[in-house]
């Protein structure tokens, strides 16, 4: 698109769809820092979190790496609730971690 002259920008967003109906996602834009200052006043209808991250393609590395670290959030918060229902069904939690480490648990 630049070739021919016409700006472009990526602007990806987090939040899901309850925060974007409210307005508070979190818009990860990408591209020229003047086209971005240009188009703000309309994205900011959308949200009051807009992010200029860098040029085109950091905005969805950007997004990528935030998906990341919401998975390991998650994977992390398994791990602590199997812990628990180990614990709460009398499963000693060294034995338990024994197995987890050594079997398809600790899938990595």
């Known amino acids: 698109m630049r070739s021919k002259g016409i700006p472009m ?21 990408g591209g020229d820092l003047e086209t971005f200052e240009q188009q703000l006043p309309l994205l900011k209808l959308f949200s009051g979190e807009v992010v200029h991250v860098g040029a085109i ?17 998650s994977a992390a918060a398994s791990a602590a609730e199997a812990l628990m229902i180990g614990k709460r069904a ?17 899938s990595s």
């Open 57 to 73: 393609g950091v905005g969805s590395t950007a997004k990528l790496i935030n998906n990341m670290l919401a998975f390991c959030n």
């Open 90 to 106: 009398g499963i000693d939690l060294h034995k338990l971690d024994s197995v987890m480490r050594n079997a398809s648990g600790m």
């Open 9 to 29: 920008l990526e602007a990806l967003v987090s939040g899901g769809t309850s925060r974007a109906k409210d307005g508070t996602i979190v818009i990860m834009v």
